[in-house]
C-alpha cells in the first residue's frame, strides 16, 4: 500500500486549478469566444461564420460571404465592445474578417 495523503479539496478549488491550465485554459476561451459570438451576431450571421479564433486580442472570423464580411468590418467596434462588455474583459482589440 502506499503512504501517500492527499488534502480534501472542493470540486469547485479542484476544477478551478484544472482549467487554469494553459492548454485546458486555451480551448474553454475558445469555445466562450465561439459561443459569445453565437449568442451577440445571431443566427443569421453565425450560418455564414466559417471559424472565430483569438489569438494575442486580436479576433479573426472567416466570413463566408463577401458582401457581409464588408457590412460587418463597418461594425467592428461596435462588435468588439459588445463581445468584450459580455467577456467581462477588454480582451478583443481589434477583429479581422477575412
Known amino acids: 500500500m502506499s503512504n501517500r495523503k492527499f488534502e480534501v479539496q472542493k470540486l469547485s478549488q479542484v ?3 484544472f482549467s487554469t491550465q494553459k492548454p485546458i485554459a486555451k480551448g474553454l476561451e475558445e ?3 465561439n459561443e459569445l459570438w453565437k449568442q451577440i451576431m445571431g443566427n443569421n450571421i453565425s450560418v455564414y ?4 479564433k483569438l ?3 486580436v479576433l479573426y472570423v472567416k466570413i463566408k460571404s463577401p458582401t457581409l464580411k464588408e457590412e460587418l468590418r463597418f461594425g467592428g467596434n461596435k462588435i468588439i ?6 467577456f467581462k474583459s477588454e480582451k478583443i482589440k481589434q477583429i479581422i474578417f477575412h
Do not use: A
Open 49 to 52: 461564420t466559417e471559424r472565430v
Open 15 to 17: 476544477l478551478r486549478q
Open 31 to 33: 469555445l466562450k469566444i
Open 81 to 86: 465592445k459588445l463581445l468584450n462588455q459580455n
Open 55 to 57: 489569438e494575442q486580442s
